[in-house]
Nanobody, 122 residues
Framework: QLQLVESGGGLVQPGGSLRLSCAASGFSVDSHAIGWFRQAPGKEREGVMCINVSGESKLYTDSVKGRFTISRDNAKNAVYLQMNSLKPEDTAIYYC???????????????WGQGTQVTVSS
């Protein structure tokens, strides 16, 4: 059964760090592009970052540039989002998704996880 499960969210103070995990089952994470998205209260969902089958990353929003990185562990079949220097405006539900293709552009996002809440607050 194909599944994506996010974890690692929580409450963190501004300036802190979190690492989100996206554990995949039913397919290999190096066979499709995998992306991270977020949705803040009252806002539309936005793309954050993506990693393609070659391990190259693509940034979807400049608001996280230099603070977030995406990585993949093929042995654990998981994709990670390392978030540093967190800001209150990073507060959102974070989702991972599988693109129906190798690259971070084109094709549709076919499968989504259930999301994990990240709250940045003092």
């Amino acid at each position: 059964q194909l599944q994506l499960v996010e974890s690692g969210g929580g409450l963190v103070q501004p300036g802190g760090s979190l690492r989100l995990s996206c554990a995949a089952s039913g397919f290999s994470v190096d066979s499709h592009a995998i992306g991270w998205f977020r949705q803040a209260p009252g806002k539309e969902r936005e793309g954050v970052m993506c990693i393609n089958v070659s391990g190259e990353s693509k940034l979807y929003t400049d608001s996280v540039k230099g603070r977030f990185t995406i990585s993949r562990d093929n042995a654990k079949n998981a994709v990670y989002l390392q978030m540093n220097s967190l800001k209150p405006e990073d507060t959102a539900i974070y989702y991972c998704a599988r693109k129906e293709g190798y690259f971070c552009s084109g094709r549709a996002w076919g499968y989504w996880g259930q999301g994990t809440q990240v709250t940045v607050s003092s």
